[in-house]
Structure formats: C-alpha cells, structure tokens
C-alpha cells in the first residue's frame, strides 16, 4: 500500500488528474470519499458525536427539522477528502483537507479533472424500439394515403 499522505489542495489536485489518467490505462476504478472532518476531544467530548443528547448537530436529521433549534453550531468544518484505486498487488491513495472558505474553487477545479478523467466512457447509443417505429410507419402511411 501507498499512502501520498496529507496533501495540500493544489497537490491533491495534481495526484487525482495522475489517478484517472492511471486508472484508464489500467481499467480500474478510482474511488472518492468526502466527510467532514472533526477533531476528536476525549477529555469533554464533542457535541458533534452526540447525537441523542444534541439532536440538531445530526446533519442526517436537520432537514426533517421542521422548526428551527435556537442553539445551532455555526462553526464551519473542513471537509477531507480521500482518493485511492487499487491494482491487484497494492492500492495507492492521498487525502486532502480543504477548508470550507475554499470549497467552491476547489470543487470547480476537481470538477474540471474528475471530467477530463473520464474519457473512457462511451455514451450508448438508444436503440428504437419496434412500437414506436410501427407507429412512425403507420403515420406516414395515413399521410400519404390522403
């Protein structure tokens, strides 16, 4: 197993143009995780972990909500993501913390490499079905027929 560790945004970006362009060559498959990352408190405890006592940190649960919670967290989580495919002898992964403030670009930027990653997949193409070709050749026939 190779592990590239924690990058920064621009280097995670370059690792993940490297994986797709590795992963078509190999015909396997690139694998993404996204989750926000909390720092572990063992002494207190955090609140995001607790979701029995603080129901309105489960982002699970937040939008069947119907009233708002008075003490809601507004504190804004980096967000780690993971990267990795694996051949049949060692898998290769990096991760990167990305803060919420950059998000957008970073989103845009890995949007742009996920896109050009995939240049492997073919659109298929829509076969016709009998009926509607039935149908087609029975309209045309009443056209000329008149």
């Given at each position: ?76 989580y980096p967000l780690l993501i993971r990267i ?63």
């Amino acid at each position: 197993m190779i592990n590239e560790g924690c990058l920064s945004e621009s280097e995670f970006l370059v690792k993940a143009a490297q994986f797709f362009k590795i992963a078509n060559e190999k015909k396997i498959t690139v694998h993404v995780s996204v989750k926000r990352l909390i720092k572990l408190d063992h002494v207190e405890g955090n609140p995001e972990r607790d979701a029995t006592k603080f129901p309105h940190y489960d982002v699970s649960k937040v939008s069947s909500i119907s009233k708002q919670v008075e003490n809601n967290s507004t504190t804004k989580y980096p967000l780690l993501i993971r990267i990795w495919y694996a051949s049949h002898t060692k898998k290769t992964k990096c991760s990167a913390i990305v803060d919420a403030s950059n998000l957008d670009k970073f989103w845009q930027d890995y949007s742009n490499i996920a896109k050009s990653g995939m240049q492997g997949l073919i659109k298929k193409k829509k076969k016709k079905s009998k009926n509607s070709t039935s149908k087609d050749k029975k309209k045309k026939s009443k056209r000329v027929s008149k």
